[in-house]
């Protein structure tokens, strides 16, 4: 989809949700307001921005057919996703619909000018992999990423989501960091989650991501909000 589609799309979208979900329109009606004036070649190039808008559309459209139907089928559709999907659409999505964002102003503005690097992709799609061939579930988003500090939301064995933030950085800034954080996740009601700190440098430090993910998934008490430091 080229930037003149999404912006149309954007457009439908407002008109769709202005009679099913008027949060939904609201805050799809503040994304196209913040591209509307950017020249669709300029938007283009923008390779960050257009693949959060699509990820915005794509939620967009999953939520509308969800809003639409009738609580039986809501549900049915519900439990076919896997548990971080289910988690994503039933409670972080429709509350960022819901309530303000103190982030979104700022990061639209970073990811707009191209001030954010994205350092950490390959690092993500490796986690990504090898959870899934572990028989786990994952789900990235950037609103979570950007807005919710959380990197990848995963489930293990017991299908139970965890919010995961990954980070390389040094101890004299780790509990900061850590705090911020842990805030972050308070405001919007996220009951538990792993703040996992790494050393890209050691072998087989992926795997010791994953390890540690998978079983705090399943076993992190609701209210904890746990800081590990891989050595």
């Not at 900061?176 to 996992?196: C, M, P, V």
């Amino acid at each position: 989809m080229q930037a003149q589609e999404v912006k149309e799309k954007l457009k439908s979208l407002i008109s769709e949700a202005d009679l099913i979900d008027p949060s939904l329109a609201k805050r799809l009606d503040e994304i196209r307001r913040w591209v509307k004036d950017t020249k669709d070649g300029s938007l283009n190039t923008k390779k960050l921005v257009m693949a959060f808008l699509l990820e915005v559309i794509e939620d967009s459209e999953v939520w509308l057919q969800l809003k639409i139907q009738t609580f039986e089928d809501h549900q049915s559709d519900l439990n076919k996703m896997t548990a971080p999907v289910r988690y994503w659409y039933s409670y972080l999505f429709p509350k960022w619909l819901n309530e303000p964002d103190p982030k979104l102003y700022i990061w639209k503005q970073k990811m707009m000018s191209g001030e954010f690097n994205q350092e950490d992709t390959k690092l993500l799609a490796e986690v990504v992999s090898e959870v899934k061939s572990r028989q786990g579930d994952v789900l990235q988003r950037y609103v979570a990423d950007l807005s919710m500090a959380t990197d990848l939301i995963v489930s293990g064995s017991q299908n139970k989501p965890l919010c995961i933030q990954l980070t390389s950085i040094s101890e004299d800034f780790f509990d900061a960091k850590y705090l911020d954080w842990k805030n972050t996740l308070h405001q919007w009601s996220i009951e538990r989650g792993l703040f996992l700190s790494f050393n890209p440098s050691k072998p087989e430090f992926i795997k010791q991501i994953v390890n540690i993910a998978l079983y705090n998934s399943n076993n992190l008490e609701i209210g904890k909000y746990l800081k590990f430091c891989i050595p």
